[in-house]
């Protein structure tokens, strides 16, 4: 028996690839299917299982263009309506793969589909659970991001999911390993561990949602309170997931296509694309191609772009660091941004090298900042509402990056704007937004926000009434 855990960091998420005797399954797939194809080559065997857990939000699956290639059967639990076929499992259903067997539970809550599959071992022990977004390590999945129907309400879902939890997962062993589909990081939910598995048992003791003695209407509280709405993506992706969507490979010959910067300017002329700048926050400070928004790689990158490009079908149009190329355009795909036309040939450093038009950002660091301070009339804060709660400058204003497009009203471009966050990434990121929308009077703060907040910087945790939410 083999179970590997394929954890992708920028997601936060977990797939997984199970073999016994010549045969072997994936659950929960990322868009590109090369990894898993690869993989049972290289130990002999063919994938014969596609278990899907429930109607991702967070990411495009992988199962069409996996099932296309392997000839795999992609698994869904009951209630799963699709537009491509697939094999509706019954609760309680049983699948072989060669020596181990996988048992369908069940357990709506996440959303009316979500099903846990039992991996049994040789013997016919309970060795794992795979719970998708139901249990994570520390949480459970929360209960507003399912597909809308019947008027089912956050409420609803919360209460199937007490039961789900208590009914059909907790009376498992207390040494079933529990894998989950994401960790810490992940906005499926609220405060999941940064481990990425664990025991039942271990679970039992210290998830808050499993406690014994808590009662159905404790539990639809504490799940339901303190949601952020989820990013715009979310549902597009579940449709996706639930419809299908072009292959991958088709979506990687016309992203990777490198354009000189002559070339480059005519297509973002010509097809009103938006132009991506993935290199790193220092790079782009200092130069960048006009009205482009940059979008780090070495970020939390996925869950960005789905934060603040609304709409999936938006062409695209890359500048990345050298040889990146393509990873953006697979990375931009997991979230289903399938419209990427082509990348900068040579870089940022071209475009310099032709005389093209460049434009820069003025950035400071904290000590920088510390020293201007008594002249600093308008602080935009631009980390989240939990994070400005708990502690912010002194008159600064809340201005999440994560719901910026609902609140670009609320500046004016007459005002001088210093912008900070945690860290300067998404400082960097609201910048070029705002840059790029007209506002030119910025000045990015990326010294790391523990460090004005050890210096004489006067901050505050009390929130003023005109805070955004």
């Known amino acids: 028996m083999k179970v590997e855990q394929i954890y992708t960091g920028c997601l936060a998420q977990g797939a997984y690839y199970i073999e016994s005797n ?6 929960d797939p990322l868009r590109e299917t090369s990894p898993y194809i690869q993989k049972a080559k290289e130990n002999g065997v063919q ?3 596609i278990f899907e857990t ?13 099932a296309q290639k392997t000839g795999a059967q992609i698994v869904y639990g009951p209630n799963a309506e699709t537009q491509y076929q697939k094999h509706l499992a019954k609760d309680g259903e049983v699948f072989q793969i060669g020596m181990l067997s996988i048992t369908v539970i069940h357990t709506p809550g996440h959303t009316p589909e979500s099903t846990t599959y039992l991996l049994k071992d040789e013997k016919g022990k309970p060795y794992a659970i795979f719970t998708g977004d139901t249990l994570f390590i520390g949480d459970v999945g929360r209960p507003d991001l399912a597909q809308k129907k019947d008027n089912l309400t956050k409420e609803d879902l919360a209460a199937w999911l007490f039961d789900s939890l208590r009914n059909k997962i907790m009376p498992l062993p207390d040494d079933v390993i529990v894998y989950p589909a994401h960790g810490a990081g992940s906005a499926c939910g609220k405060n999941m561990s940064s481990e990425t598995w664990d025991t039942l048992g271990n679970q039992k003791r210290t998830n808050y949602a499993l406690r014994a003695d808590m009662t159905k209407a404790e539990f639809i ?3 339901t309170d303190g949601l952020l709405p989820p990013p715009n993506y979310f549902a597009q ?12 490979d088709v979506v990687m010959e016309r992203g990777a296509k490198a354009l000189s910067p002559s070339a ?5 002329n010509e097809t009103d694309a938006l132009i991506l700048d993935v290199r790193a926050k220092q790079d782009f400070v200092k130069g960048f191609i006009p009205n482009s928004i940059f979008i780090g790689l070495d970020g939390s990158f996925a869950p960005w772009v789905g934060a603040l490009i609304t709409d999936l079908k938006q062409p695209i149009l890359i500048v990345a660091p050298e040889g990146r190329s393509e990873e953006t355009v697979k990375r931009l795909a997991r979230v289903g941004y399938d419209n990427a036309i082509g990348y900068l040939e040579g870089g940022f450093a071209a475009w310099e090298a032709a005389n093209k038009e460049i434009d820069s950002i003025e950035t400071i660091n904290e000590p920088t900042f510390e020293q201007a301070f008594a002249n600093v009339k308008h602080i935009l804060d631009v980390r989240k ?25 609320e500046i004016t471009r007459d005002k001088k704007y210093y912008l900070h966050c945690r860290s300067g990434y998404r400082s960097t990121v609201a910048a ?10 910025l000045v990015n703060v990326q010294g790391k926000f523990t460090a004005i907040s050890s210096s004489e910087i006067p901050t505050t945790n009390y929130v003023c009434p005109s805070t955004l939410k």
């Open 22 to 27: 010549g045969e072997a399954a994936i659950i």
């Open 47 to 49: 994938i014969k299982y």
């Open 54 to 66: 429930h109607f991702h939000a967070d990411f495009v699956s992988g199962h069409l263009d996996l």
């Open 221 to 223: 509280h504490e799940v």
């Open 237 to 248: 992706n579940a449709k996706l997931n639930k419809e299908g969507y072009e292959s991958i």
């Open 264 to 268: 480059f300017e005519v297509a973002a």
């Open 385 to 409: 509402p939990g994070e400005f709660e708990s502690e912010h400058i002194e008159n600064a204003q809340n201005f999440p990056l994560d719901f910026i497009n609902s609140h670009m009203s």
């Open 432 to 441: 070029s937004i705002l840059k790029a929308r007209g506002f030119h009077q």
